[in-house]
């Protein structure tokens, strides 16, 4: 995962209470199971939304990077809070 959302403790931190949830009442083998299909969908969404606003972010060409700095500024937060939102919003 690129460190774009600053993410990388805070998933790490959801494993392990994702995990610990799973293997508790299931055991080993059925808890791991169950861990991956939870823990799936949420950790490839993130790491998509980290490497595009990597990308944007890490922009190099003038033009672009021009557009893109005075851009920034001119959105509504929440277009940025609503962006961002699957990622800091989780639940076990």
């Known amino acids: 995962m690129t460190p774009n959302l600053g993410q990388g403790a805070c998933q790490a931190l959801e494993d392990a209470v994702t995990l610990a949830h799973a293997v508790d009442p299931l055991g080993v083998s059925s808890g791991l199971a169950a861990y991956d299909r939870g823990r799936r969908p949420r950790t490839q969404?993130?790491?998509?939304?980290?490497?595009?606003?990597?990308?944007?972010?890490?922009?190099?060409s003038p033009s672009p990077t021009a557009l893109r700095d005075v851009a920034i500024p001119l959105l509504p937060r929440s277009f940025f809070n609503r962006s961002i939102a699957p990622a800091y919003s989780w639940t076990v």
Do not use: E, P, Y
């Not at 969404?45 to 190099?60: E, K, P």
């Open 45 to 60: 969404l993130i790491v998509r939304r980290s490497r595009q606003i990597g990308a944007f972010a890490h922009w190099t």
